[in-house]
């Protein structure tokens, strides 16, 4: 693809994004136009509206067989997207609608994989924890995806790193191994250091203290939170997430007074 869509996406703000993609779309060749309209059903996504998400690949569907094997996979990609992704609620992730999103997340990976498109296949393995949720089922997928991300060359690959050593860490994590988590956690860090991602980095920061937290060792997870507090203010980026782990650290240190404080953070953050 001649157009860079990491320079395009803001994924907090979906609907910046839309229109960035529309504005390319204008001077983009057939293929990467294509391409741009699945990233446009993806921002639909985004905003839980899949009904509309779908619309949008539909109206691209019947250039399907005609398209780059990029294209297609991305199509594949996103429409699997529409019927089971983090944005679902547990509701929406029916059995039905997973059943529908393993068909095109694995016609995603396999057209992917003759293509050597290896962050792309990545990108669809990872997605099948949506598909089957039970902990040791999600294990399974995302060593899978960092088996194939370990053995490949290629920087897209490489670029999924810190997050799939990250959600190796949660599945251990809501399996209730937090040693093991902590450690898989250490790892998706020093990924993200040596990419040079602060954001995701203070995230990986935060991933372990929570982990510490359910492990009891309170006061190393509130050093961690608070300095999280302090480097996020510093970005002019208030972290409701870290607001509720104080909360939660402070009311399991005893000082109400303390979690109430944060407690109303929380709420200003979110805008409640």
Do not use: C
């Not at 790193?161 to 902590?182: K, P, Q």
């Amino acid at each position: 693809m001649t157009v860079d869509l990491s320079t395009l996406w803001d994924y907090a703000h979906p609907a910046v994004s839309e229109e960035r993609f529309r504005a390319a779309i204008v001077r983009a060749v057939p293929d990467d136009a294509f391409i741009l309209q699945t990233q446009i059903a993806r921002t639909w996504g985004l905003r839980r509206d899949f009904v509309k998400a779908r619309e949008v690949l539909a109206e691209i569907e019947p250039r399907l067989d005609s398209v780059s094997p990029e294209a297609r996979t991305r199509w594949l990609l996103e429409a699997g997207r529409t019927w089971a992704s983090p944005a679902h609620t547990q509701d929406q992730r029916s059995p039905d609608n997973r059943e529908k999103a393993r068909g095109l997340y694995m016609r995603a990976f396999e057209t992917a994989k003759q293509a050597k498109l290896d962050g792309l296949a990545i990108d669809a393995l990872h997605m099948m924890v949506m598909v089957d949720e039970a902990p040791d089922q999600q294990l399974e997928w995302n060593m899978k995806a960092i088996a194939y991300m370990e053995a490949s060359t290629q920087a897209d690959a490489k670029k999924w790193e810190g997050s799939l050593y990250n959600n190796v860490g949660y599945a251990h994590h809501i399996a209730g191994r937090d040693d093991e988590a902590i450690d898989w956690y250490r790892k998706s860090l020093a990924a993200y250091e040596r990419q040079g991602r602060p954001t995701n980095v203070r995230i990986a920061h935060w991933m372990i203290a929570n982990a510490m937290r359910t492990q009891g060792k309170l006061q190393e997870a509130l050093a961690i939170q608070q300095r999280l507090e302090r480097e996020w203010d510093e970005a002019g980026e208030p972290d409701p997430y870290v607001y509720e782990e104080l909360e939660a650290l402070y009311r399991a240190l005893g000082n109400d007074q303390q979690a109430q404080h944060y407690a109303a953070k929380r709420r200003a953050a979110q805008g409640g």
